[in-house]
């Protein structure tokens, strides 16, 4: 990526995610194709740390979560772990993925194929998800004899319903591209050739809206979709929409407007 920072990218032989940030836009990118990027648990503790360096830098408005190769990820590696290393492994996992939801940024998934397993709920903690016409989603979880952790199964009933979720967990229903899209699994279905100009094209659109209001209503809109709110949540809220209404960039946003010029948000 022209301009990423060169300091910021895992090791390639490791085949670990890689982080690079370009300005406003962030990307990670799942890096084992050969095995439609399973994760380890190598890569668990990789993803952990370049979200946190990506929340830390406070110019990133876009995460772009992206995969190697056919597919962009066929779960967790369940097979290198037993007993009570299985129950970590799934907890750190559940982690992982409340992690991706609370994120700073607003995310972009990039799901170019097969979508499997727990990488359906990290793809479900992104604010947007594309795909193409070769997406695929599927949880055999029932198959396995594995019940899925209780986050992800609430991501699910929040995001997609109860009645789609019951077709995903209990009847291991496969999904393909349309159906994803109809469920609400996809945002936007795009011709394979056209998919990097198309996220590309959408994470800078992303990354140009004002900066407070964009992220303020982004965790504005995943509290109120939890369920109830406390006063403490009802306060954030609140200071949230008042910080928006008081800043320089809705001045420059209304300002901008009235030239018909595209505005400069400051994120002040």
Same mark, same amino acid.
């Given at each position: 990526?022209?301009?990423?920072?060169?300091?910021? +990218?895992?090791?390639?032989?490791?085949?670990?995610?890689?982080?690079?940030?370009? $300005?406003?836009?962030? +990307?990670?990118?799942?890096?084992?194709?050969?095995?439609?990027?399973?994760?380890?648990?190598?890569?668990?503790?990789?993803?952990?740390?370049?979200?946190?360096?990506?929340?830390?830098?406070?110019?990133?408005?876009?995460?772009?979560?992206?995969?190697?190769?056919?597919?962009?990820?066929?779960?967790?590696?369940?097979?290198?772990?037993?007993?009570?290393?299985?129950?970590?492994?799934?907890?750190?996992?559940?982690?992982?993925?409340?992690?991706?939801?609370?994120?700073?940024?607003? +995310?972009?998934?990039?799901?170019?194929?097969?979508?499997?397993?727990?990488? /359906?709920?990290?793809?479900?903690?992104?604010?947007?998800?594309?795909? /193409?016409?070769?997406?695929?989603?599927?949880?055999?979880?029932?198959?396995?004899?594995?019940?899925?952790?209780? $986050?992800?199964?609430?991501?699910?009933?929040?995001?997609?319903?109860?009645? /789609?979720?019951?077709?995903?967990?209990?009847?291991?229903?496969?999904?393909?591209?349309?159906?994803?899209?109809?469920?609400?699994?996809?945002?936007?279905?795009?011709?394979?050739?056209?998919?990097?100009?198309?996220?590309?094209?959408?994470? &800078?659109?992303?990354?140009?809206?004002?900066?407070?209001?964009?992220? $303020?209503?982004?965790?504005?809109?995943?509290?109120?979709?939890? $369920?109830?709110?406390? &006063?403490?949540?009802?306060?954030?809220?609140?200071?949230?929409?008042?910080?928006?209404?008081?800043?320089?960039?809705?001045?420059?946003?209304?300002?901008?407007?009235?030239?018909?010029?595209?505005?400069?948000?400051?994120?002040?």
């Amino acid at each position: 990526m022209a301009g990423a920072d060169s300091d910021l +990218t895992a090791d390639s032989s490791a085949g670990l995610p890689s982080l690079a940030i370009d $300005g406003r836009i962030a +990307t990670i990118t799942l890096r084992r194709p050969q095995v439609a990027n399973l994760l380890e648990l190598e890569d668990l503790a990789a993803l952990d740390e370049h979200l946190a360096t990506v929340n830390a830098r406070q110019e990133v408005r876009v995460l772009r979560l992206q995969a190697e190769g056919r597919h962009f990820c066929s779960g967790f590696n369940i097979g290198r772990v037993r007993g009570a290393d299985a129950a970590a492994a799934g907890t750190r996992f559940e982690a992982l993925s409340e992690a991706i939801e609370a994120a700073r940024p607003v +995310t972009v998934a990039v799901l170019q194929g097969g979508v499997y397993g727990g990488a /359906t709920d990290l793809a479900l903690a992104c604010d947007f998800r594309l795909g /193409t016409p070769a997406s695929e989603w599927r949880v055999p979880a029932a198959r396995l004899g594995l019940h899925y952790y209780r $986050g992800g199964l609430a991501r699910y009933v929040s995001r997609l319903g109860l009645q /789609t979720t019951r077709r995903v967990m209990l009847a291991a229903e496969t999904f393909d591209a349309a159906a994803m899209r109809g469920a609400g699994m996809l945002d936007r279905i795009v011709p394979s050739a056209e998919l990097a100009h198309e996220v590309e094209a959408f994470c &800078a659109q992303l990354a140009g809206m004002a900066p407070l209001a964009l992220l $303020g209503m982004k965790r504005s809109l995943n509290r109120l979709a939890d $369920g109830p709110l406390d &006063a403490a949540a009802e306060a954030d809220i609140a200071a949230s929409i008042a910080r928006a209404a008081a800043s320089e960039d809705l001045q420059e946003g209304a300002a901008a407007w009235a030239a018909k010029r595209a505005p400069v948000f400051q994120g002040r």
